[in-house]
């Protein structure tokens, strides 16, 4: 079935520092959402993407879906402790399929 | 904002207890609901598609006798896990999106997804 992986699991990164979560699908995919879920809570949306090549910014966070549509990055910039959580790519695939496949998460650690 | 609101957010009762979960979307139609599951520093694993009006798609793996699915409106689905046991203790997490009254499949797909808070299931 379809799969979407993100690397690395976990990151521990001194405050200040860049980090950047990478998600890879094994299908191409029609949209590709990122949540950020803080410990003990529930997915909360950041974005979504649509076109191949796609790159869209939100402060210090920027977004970008491969040319294939079956990758997807997020980049901080200049970590805060207020970062913290764990990061999941969700993908669809195209057609009338509507399910969102999460990813296997990035839990990301900031030291301040 | 969309806002789905999940209750209970936590549960604990003994095994062999029916469970039911609610989903409402508070200020948006919804024709979709998703049910998921979280277990401990692990994704989220779809367990459900849930259509209003009629019967919900269940993901390989789930037993739909189990957990039953019930999407009667626009604004509600519940789902009922069924003489719960220890081993179905998790994070329950649902999601709705918005319905798209307009004719093109893929803007319909692409509607936004909101989550609800989730419920913490505890089989004793």
């Known amino acids: 079935g379809q799969q979407v992986m993100q690397i690395p699991q976990y990151q521990h990164v001194q405050e200040g520092e860049d980090f950047t979560t990478y998600c890879n699908s094994s299908?191409?995919?029609?949209?590709i959402q990122w949540y950020k879920q803080r410990p003990g809570g529930h997915p909360v949306f950041l974005i979504q993407l649509v076109k191949s090549g796609e790159v869209k910014k939100q402060k210090r966070l920027t977004f970008q879906f491969g040319e294939a549509k079956k990758n997807s990055s997020l980049h901080i910039t200049a970590t805060q402790t207020t970062d913290v959580g764990t990061y999941f790519c969700a993908g669809r695939r195209g057609g009338a399929t509507n399910k969102l496949i999460f990813g296997t998460g990035t839990l990301l650690a900031v030291q301040p | 904002g969309a806002v789905v609101s999940q209750h209970p957010s936590w549960v604990i009762c003994k095994s062999g207890t029916s469970v039911k979960i609610e989903c409402r979307s508070l200020d948006f139609q919804a024709t979709t609901m998703f049910w998921y599951r979280q277990f401990p520093k692990q994704s989220l694993m779809l367990m459900a598609t849930s259509n209003e009006g009629s019967k919900a798609t269940y993901e390989q793996g789930v037993e739909k006798d189990k957990f039953l699915i019930n999407h009667a409106s626009l604004t509600l689905s519940t789902l009922t896990v069924t003489s719960a046991h220890p081993e179905d203790s998790s994070f329950y997490i649902c999601s709705a999106r918005e319905s798209y009254r307009g004719t093109a499949a893929y803007e319909r797909v692409n509607q936004p997804q909101h989550f609800g808070d989730g419920t913490r299931l505890s089989i004793l």
């Open positions: 299908t191409t995919l029609s949209n």
